[in-house]
């Protein structure tokens, strides 16, 4: 009875989904969909324990894991939607990644995303892996703290100080050795290669906490030297979390908006930006065809990295 | 020449003395353990050899030669860990071929002395499986063959069998036994287990904070130890406080708390009015009943106050009407044995007058 | 012993060789602007915005240091209330949050193992689309509705965007729990509720306190949300701050109110560190 429930509760939760493409059946719909979830609630309430202890657990989440992922979903459909307003279902269409193909602007911004995130995610993966390792091995004291507090802090901050650092100090300070300089891509990828090497670090460092210390002195025991143990030991052992760690940093610059917003200038587009541009003046449905874009794209990026290290799924202590 | 000398060795971490002027000698080809509790010294001292630790006094002599200055890659010394320490992202034969790598021998000669190493330790079949495929005693042999296939001067093998269950832990002893007869590498073995390390030993080097308290064979550790500690951490014993009344020409008279006059063996250094312990192994005593006439010397009445029966023997323990309580061992299936005792029997403990010993203070 | 020392040394330079340039990098883009930002919070604004030189370059210029901007943030209550305000939001983000992703985390941690890595992705991968991406999803649903520009949708936001910051530090804890003690108190009388509430709950402490702080902490400082789904009247610290900079560009006002944000989220993390350490030792 209480898998009836369930079940129930799944047919609601996607009337509720389509609710939001009926126009003016809206709200009956919506109404409909939250008198079944209650019933739902009810049957279950009122089923014998046994048929499934579990059952609260079951309902509850399936509600957070909906109200996850519907909206994004509700994106992703109106980017097929064949009017303006993202306000009714009218027909299928592929117009608007059309019209993304052709929009300059977008392009550019894309092309930016792309190179900034290839390149900051290198730098942080050689870096962070670097700093993993060392605040792992030598008990640091000053590292981790500069290593993780970028990750931990609210983003503006980092943006924030970067743009008074750049702007004030930076720029003053190549000018007079004839150097030109201003806010654009290079200080872009700085800032993102910053808060990137802290989430790096993390994964490696987890990687090689979890692994049994003794296998790097047997490798010293059977003869080899610190470069063939760190060769031929250490580096493939922790490549899963390395190459995590670089799919991550990735994922991260691509979808950064707040580091970005700051440092990027006034001739800097990223897609994010490009979005931020597009919510705030023109919302076409434009905006959810470029979203369900970067989505697809991100989420293969992570379905990779938690293939390649599981770790990364666990602990983001 | 020794193959391996230690010299005054000490180590030291912080206030806590790990290793306190530690001088020994290792022969080429014997199976030598160092043994005692946790926390004794002996996995420092043997890190040292490996050389992951430095003394901070004393020498480290292989053939001869200091090594102290050499990093452990270059010591032709090999261990096996407590954890195995396989490398998990490469097969069987590639973890043993490892040392082999190091060395720069070439591949044909790397694969025969890997397939040989595999057939040594019975695991032929298994060259291609990973670390993880293996079960403990599997994995174990892996790391045996892995330190042995290049046949350093020296296998270092720090409680390897540890981590094995009884039944596993006792035939692995027996395979080692064959194999480094087989093989000839001098083994150094540590370990916290006394029954192991006089199973598998040539010699036996008995630690207690820091400091070797006797170094020799089994046989003679087992039956004359010199003193208190090695005698309780060896084996079961009975000891009791002892006063030396006379000490004439290979026998000791003592006077025991609990018991009475005793007669023992003459010991180093023993002379009238010494303080000391007795002590004697269960399975020297003799155990019968209260109305039979003995010609033995050390012959003490006592009731029995409890027993502990395991199949093969049985451990009596007896309360002295002198006040003491003694364990004697005796097998169940001894010919002639004169009877089964019950709890309350009347009963008289003995033994000879040259067993036992005296443990001076 | 001279080769202790040598072994030292040869130690010594690889150590030097892997933490020098993480170091040097993050030294020069993380610790210098933060400390520029700290003595800019002292400075002048400049004339045409941005700050203004440390010695006068022209007579009768402001320069040098001043506490002003400190002076004006405790003179006037208004800013005290934003900073509250936005308090305000962090917590209850943070509680909605909480009461969220619990049944989540537990429904993952009890769940055959196989079958967690999946549903610990499924919670990722919303994560994983753009954060603006999120916040317009809300905008779809929310617009036809009426409910945009009001607190209850950056509250629904900041919550939809934090949501998984909170299952995942959750779960790892819960994951730990030995099941033989839910057994144990069961077997000595108690029933579902207190089982939770006696066992499950205060074992799982720390993990609610690190996924705390990962929730309250970024939303002290979020400007993006408020902006564009509340009202002039939702406005929090973040959006003091990029107003300062971007739009008044009066930096060292905006590098004042960055130093305090800064001193909260210090506060807060400690405050964090404090209540798990303290919650392990009664555990």
Not at chain 2, 255 to 282: N, W
Request: hydrophobic share 50%; glycine share 8%; proline share 5%.
């Amino acid at each position: 009875m209480r898998r009836l429930a369930l079940v129930i509760e799944v047919v609601a939760i996607a009337i509720l989904f389509a609710s939001v493409f009926a126009g003016a059946a809206r709200y009956p719909l919506m109404g409909g969909a939250t008198a079944l979830l209650a019933g739902a609630a009810f049957l279950g309430w009122r089923s014998p324990r046994r048929s499934m202890p579990g059952f609260w657990l079951w309902y509850l989440s399936l509600l957070v894991y909906a109200f996850l992922y519907l909206p994004l979903a509700i994106v992703v459909v109106f980017s097929f939607n064949n009017s303006k307003l993202n306000a009714e279902w009218v027909g299928f269409t592929l117009d608007w990644y059309h019209r993304l193909m052709g929009n300059a602007d977008m392009l550019q911004a894309a092309g930016n995303s792309v190179l900034i995130a290839l390149t900051a995610a290198a730098m942080a993966t050689i870096l962070g892996t670097m700093a993993g390792i060392a605040i792992h091995r030598y008990k640091s004291r000053v590292l981790p703290g500069m290593v993780f507090t970028p990750v931990a802090m609210p983003e503006i901050l980092l943006g924030v100080s970067l743009l008074v650092f750049f702007l004030n100090t930076a720029k003053p300070a190549l000018a007079s050795v004839g150097v030109e300089f201003d806010l654009g891509l290079a200080t872009v990828i700085i800032a993102h290669i910053t808060f990137c090497i802290g989430f790096v670090a993390i994964i490696v460092r987890a990687r090689l906490a979890g692994m049994d210390e003794s296998i790097f002195e047997a490798a010293r025991d059977l003869g080899a030297s610190p470069w063939q143990t760190f060769r031929l030991v250490t580096l493939p052992l922790i490549l899963p979390g390395v190459i995590a760690g670089a799919l991550m940093a990735f994922t991260l610059s691509i979808d950064d908006f707040v580091i970005t917003f700051f440092t990027s200038g006034l001739g800097t587009k990223t897609l994010p930006l490009e979005i931020y541009t597009m919510i705030k003046t023109a919302v076409t449905p434009e905006v959810n065809a470029v979203s369900t874009l970067l989505m697809l794209l991100t989420l293969a990026m992570i379905v990779i990295a938690g293939r390649v290290a599981p770790e990364v799924l666990r602990g983001k202590e | 020449m020794a193959l391996l000398e230690l010299r005054n060795i000490t180590r030291r971490f912080g206030d806590f003395v790990a290793v306190d002027d530690v001088s020994l000698s290792i022969e080429a080809g014997e199976f030598f353990t160092l043994l005692g509790p946790s926390g004794c010294g002996k996995t420092t001292l043997l890190r040292m050899i490996a050389g992951f630790d430095l003394p901070d006094a004393g020498q480290i002599l292989l053939d001869g030669k200091d090594v102290a200055h050499t990093p452990p890659e270059k010591r032709p010394i090999h261990t096996v860990f407590q954890s195995y320490a396989l490398f998990p992202h490469m097969t069987v034969s590639q973890n043993v071929a490892f040392p082999l790598k190091m060395a720069g021998k070439g591949p044909e000669d790397i694969s025969r002395l890997v397939r040989e190493a595999l057939n040594d330790v019975h695991l032929g079949e298994k060259a291609n499986h990973f670390p993880h495929e293996l079960s403990g005693g599997q994995k174990q042999r892996v790391a045996l063959a892995r330190g042995l296939v290049n046949r350093p001067r020296l296998l270092l093998l720090d409680e390897p069998l540890g981590a094995l269950d009884a039944k596993l832990r006792e035939e692995m002893q027996l395979e080692l036994i064959e194999l480094q007869k087989e093989v000839g590498v001098t083994f150094v073995f540590v370990t916290h287990s006394q029954a192991e390390a006089l199973a598998l030993s040539h010699r036996i080097a008995v630690m207690n904070r820091g400091r070797v308290e006797q170094m020799d064979e089994p046989s003679k550790i087992y039956g004359f130890p010199r003193n208190r500690f090695v005698a309780d951490f060896i084996g079961n014993i009975n000891m009791y406080e002892a006063e030396v009344k006379e000490a004439a020409a290979g026998q000791l008279r003592l006077q025991v708390a609990g018991m009475g006059e005793v007669s023992a063996p003459s010991a180093e250094g023993a002379g009238t009015g010494g303080q000391g312990a007795f002590a004697i192994r269960p399975e020297q005593i003799r155990i019968a009943s209260r109305e039979e006439t003995s010609p033995l010397k050390n012959h003490f009445p006592g009731k029995v106050h409890d027993f502990l029966y395991t199949g093969d023997v049985t451990t009596y323990i007896v309360d002295l009407d002198a006040g003491a309580q003694i364990e004697a061992l005796l097998p169940n299936s001894a010919p002639g044995r004169a009877k089964f005792f019950e709890v309350g029997d009347r009963v008289a403990v003995e033994w000879r007058h040259d067993a036992g010993v005296f443990l001076g203070d | 012993m001279t080769s202790r020392a040598d072994a030292a040394r040869a130690h010594g330079l690889t150590r030097w060789l892997v933490s020098t340039p993480p170091f040097v990098f993050l030294l020069l883009f993380f610790a210098i602007p933060s400390l520029i930002m700290v003595v800019a919070s002292f400075r002048f604004p400049g004339e045409f915005g941005g700050l203004a030189p440390l010695v006068p370059t022209r007579p009768g210029e402001e320069a040098g240091l001043t506490a002003e901007n400190y002076e004006v943030f405790f003179g006037d209550w208004v800013y005290f209330q934003i900073f509250l305000k936005s308090f305000g939001v962090a917590g209850i983000t943070t509680l909605i949050c909480l009461v969220m992703a619990y049944p989540v985390a537990m429904l993952i941690a009890r769940s055959p193992k196989r079958h967690r890595d999946l549903m610990v992705l499924l919670v990722i991968l919303p994560f994983a689309s753009n954060f603006l991406v999120r916040v317009y999803a809300w905008m779809i649903i929310l617009g036809p509705m009426d409910l945009l520009f009001s607190r209850f949708a950056v509250l629904l936001s900041m919550v939809y965007v934090h949501l998984p910051f909170m299952i995942l530090p959750l779960y790892t804890n819960l994951e730990k729990h030995d099941p033989a003690l839910l057994d144990a108190a069961q077997d000595l009388g108690a029933n579902g509720w207190e089982r939770f509430w006696r066992v499950t709950f205060p074992l799982s402490l720390p993990g609610i306190f690190s996924g705390s702080a990962l929730v309250f902490i970024p939303v002290l400082g979020m400007f993006a949300i408020p902006e564009i789904l509340g009202g002039k009247d939702d406005w929090l610290v973040g959006n003091m701050i990029k107003e300062s900079f971007l739009g008044t560009r009066d930096w060292p006002f905006g590098s004042m109110l960055s130093i305090m944000l800064t001193l909260c989220v210090l506060g807060v993390a400690a405050m964090a560190a404090w209540l798990a350490a303290r919650g392990v030792k009664r555990a």
